[in-house]
């Protein structure tokens, strides 16, 4: 997959590292050349220099042949120029804003763009954990997902996960195995143990 990546911060050139190791075609763009020292030393994607709302500068840097863009610098005013330019002028079908103000993360994603917020994504995490909720909640876009963990009921050991009946609007995610290992109850069926937990997702808005 080609991939743009607009911000050469730590999330940027982590995320340029990660999809680099598993043969993605990365290009990486940064205002600043110094920042591409982020950038592990098995990265083998590009890099290019620039302003990263400029036409030209994106030309420069692949994204006419790119299949998505993520658009994750420090401002979020640039990454919604750069979401909206890969979408409007460029017509890149996958686009992800990352946007630090909640309220604009509200915005932006009624408006149709795809955003992540690790402000909310944060606080809805620790406010759980202080708290010991049973559910944690996350927030991709303007959609909020719930997630709680429950023991897996004496009825249900030996049984398969593709044979529980799930409550209406609720879904096995995944099950957590002896409270250390998560295995995702989407990749195949697992048979339950009476040590397992299950973890039960719910989209709530």
Avoid: W
Wanted: aromatic share 6%; with cysteine.
């Amino acid at each position: 997959m080609n991939i743009l990546i607009v911000g050469c911060g730590r999330v940027g050139a982590a995320l340029a590292g990660v999809l680099s190791r598993e043969g993605h075609d990365v290009s990486i763009v940064d205002r600043q050349e110094n920042a591409f020292n982020l950038l592990p030393e098995d990265y083998t994607g590009y890099t290019t220099v620039g302003v990263p709302i400029d036409q030209d500068v994106l030309r420069r840097a692949g994204i006419e042949n790119c299949e998505a863009v993520a658009a994750v610098s420090q401002d979020d005013n640039v990454n919604i120029m750069v979401c909206q330019l890969a979408e409007e002028i460029f017509k890149v079908k996958k686009v992800i804003a990352r946007i630090y103000d909640p309220a604009r993360e509200s915005v932006f994603s009624h408006f149709g763009l795809d955003t992540i917020c690790p402000t909310n994504i944060t606080v809805d995490s620790m406010h759980s954990a202080l708290l010991e909720q049973e559910a944690q909640h996350l927030s991709f876009g303007c959609n909020a997902v719930s997630f709680r963990k429950i023991p897996v009921p004496q009825h249900l050991v030996g049984i398969s996960t593709d044979q529980v009946d799930e409550p209406e609007g609720e879904e096995i995610f995944a099950v957590l195995r002896g409270g250390r290992r998560l295995a995702f109850a989407s990749q195949q069926p697992l048979t339950l143990a009476a040590d397992d937990q299950l973890v039960i997702a719910k989209l709530t808005d």
